[in-house]
């Protein structure tokens, strides 16, 4: 079974300052999905970034970018000049490439979380 | 326009009393799943649907029973309450198949408090 740990439980920085979340996975798979979400106070789960395992490069959305590291599997998100909107939770999570396809046994497995923090 | 919405959004209620939740989405998607975020705000996935056919039950007491009318539609009934299912509850759905079609988009979430 494939498990998500995410070590660091609360990070606070600085507006502006960049920070980055751990989080490293467990699998015998060599073909999933790994995602970052974000779940602000009002509790809404929102997908920051994602990242395809067979791909080689890091993905980046805007000030979020990823350390995808396939032989230690890893996969740590970078967050850039940070924002007050950014105080969230963040969730690292790992979905199985299923093949054959079986439509609907795409399941996220979650880490336990990071609550991070920006201050003014 | 909510792509997936839940209602309702809160929802307080005293052990031993039956309860639903419904979940609905706009999307066009194939596949639906229900997600419990305990009060440590660990996320776990309880059912997933395909086409209103149950595709993933991840050891869930018999207590939860999903139910697909189509395939818009995934509502979680859940019997006898205990006070270990209070927790906060995920609609989410998504289309498999299609370019990215992994992501999954969940819906605001259900806080279900048993008293």
């Known amino acids: 079974a494939q498990t998500v740990t995410q070590s660091q439980p609360e990070m606070s920085v600085q507006e502006a300052e960049t920070v980055t979340l751990s989080c490293t996975y467990d699998t015998s798979e060599n073909n999933y999905y790994l995602f970052w979400y974000k779940q602000p106070p009002s509790r809404q789960m929102i997908l920051v970034i994602r990242?395809?395992?067979?791909?080689?490069q890091n993905a980046t959305e805007n000030r979020f970018s990823v350390n995808f590291q396939k032989a230690a599997k890893s996969f740590s998100l970078k967050i850039s000049d940070s924002q007050l909107g950014d105080t969230a939770m963040y969730f690292c999570?790992?979905?199985?490439?299923?093949?054959?396809?079986?439509?609907?046994?795409?399941?996220?497995?979650f880490g336990q979380g990071t609550r991070l923090t920006i201050n003014p | 326009d909510t792509a997936v919405s839940q209602t309702p959004k809160y929802l307080v209620t005293q052990m031993g009393n039956d309860k639903s939740i419904k979940c609905e989405q706009n999307l066009g998607h194939d596949t639906m799943y229900w997600y419990k975020q305990d009060s440590k705000k660990f996320l776990k996935i309880m059912f997933s649907?395909?086409?209103?056919?149950?595709?993933i039950n991840e050891t869930v007491p018999n207590r939860f029973s999903p139910k697909s009318p189509d395939k818009a539609h995934l509502n979680l009934h859940i019997n006898s309450l205990e006070l270990g299912d209070s927790a906060v509850y995920f609609c989410?759905?998504?289309?498999?198949?299609?370019?990215?079609?992994?992501?999954?988009?969940f819906g605001p979430g259900t806080r279900l408090t048993v008293t």
């Open positions: 649907y395909n086409n209103k056919e149950l595709i």
């Open positions: 999570a790992f979905m199985k490439h299923v093949r054959p396809v079986i439509w609907g046994a795409q399941k996220l497995v």
């Open positions: 990242q395809e395992a067979y791909k080689q």
């Open positions: 989410a759905s998504s289309q498999v198949g299609q370019v990215w079609s992994d992501e999954q988009y």
